[in-house]
T-cell receptor
Framework: AQSVTQLGSHVSVSEGALVLLRCNYSSSVPPYLFWYVQYPNQGLQLLLKYTSAATLVKGINGFEAEFKKSETSFHLTKPSAHMSDAAEYFCAVSLTSGTYKYIFGTGTRLKVLA | GAVVSQHPSRVICKSGTSVKIECRSLDFQATTMFWYRQFPKKSLMLMATSNEGSKATYEQGVEKDKFLINHASLTLSTLTVTSAHPEDSSFYIC????????????FGPGTRLTVL
């Protein structure tokens, strides 16, 4: 069975500091992995996705994530946090059963301190 | 590209009434759409998978007679909450699967339902 674990429901960083949001997955087959961002009272916006091509994936707004099979991880990073990055971030894995359904992590709320 | 809209963005209704929420893919055709429910400060819970021209597939524990889903065209899926009660108050989000592959879902902006 596939699953996603996001460590840390809340993360606080100072403006300009490195952002690191953790995501570990469990899958018996090569997964498709996604990071989405949600601003208050809005839907989810795709940040980036891993679909078995390059292991280092660059997304929008300066975010990137690295797929590490040996660590079953897909952590999201950004070198320098902006105040506008404050939001909820969700990691998701796409089920490989052909249903195209996602399993979402529980989310990490990022707070950026001035 | 890949824009998904939802209407309405907010709705308040009285207990016992029915509410319809629309989900549209604006610039692509979506044979598969999904409906999620999100509780405050929680993750998204998949309610059902909506397939164009066929019956929706509901997740375990979701009442299909209460949450009616129709996917009549390649760009529109609707969720009707029938006989709504206060416990149905929630944030409902739809998504549409990118038909070009890679299992990407594009999400709508969500609908905040409040049942009085």
């Amino acid at each position: 069975a596939q699953s996603v674990t996001q460590l840390g429901s809340h993360v606080s960083v100072s403006e300009g500091a490195l952002v690191l949001l953790r995501c570990n997955y469990s899958s018996s087959v090569p997964p498709y992995l996604f990071w989405y961002v949600q601003y208050p009272n809005q839907g989810l916006q795709l940040l980036l996705k891993y679909t078995s091509a390059a292991t280092l994936v660059k997304g929008i707004n300066g975010f990137e994530a690295e797929f590490k099979k040996s660590e079953t991880s897909f952590h999201l990073t950004k070198p320098s946090a902006h105040m506008s990055d404050a939001a909820e971030y969700f990691c998701a894995v796409s089920l490989t059963s052909g249903t195209y359904k996602y399993i979402f992590g529980t989310g990490t709320r990022l707070k950026v301190l001035a | 590209g890949a824009v998904v809209s939802q209407h309405p963005s907010r709705v308040i209704c009285k207990s016992g009434t029915s509410v319809k929420i629309e989900c549209r893919s604006l610039d692509f055709q979506a044979t598969t759409m999904f409906w999620y429910r999100q509780f405050p400060k929680k993750s998204l819970m998949l309610m059902a998978t909506s397939n164009e021209g066929s019956k929706a597939t509901y997740e375990q524990g979701v009442e299909k007679d209460k949450f009616l889903i129709n996917h009549a065209s390649l760009t529109l899926s609707t969720l009707t909450v029938t006989s709504a009660h206060p416990e149905d108050s929630s944030f409902y989000i739809c998504s549409a699967r990118d038909p070009t592959g890679a299992d990407t879902q594009y999400f709508g902006p969500g609908t905040r339902l409040t049942v009085l």
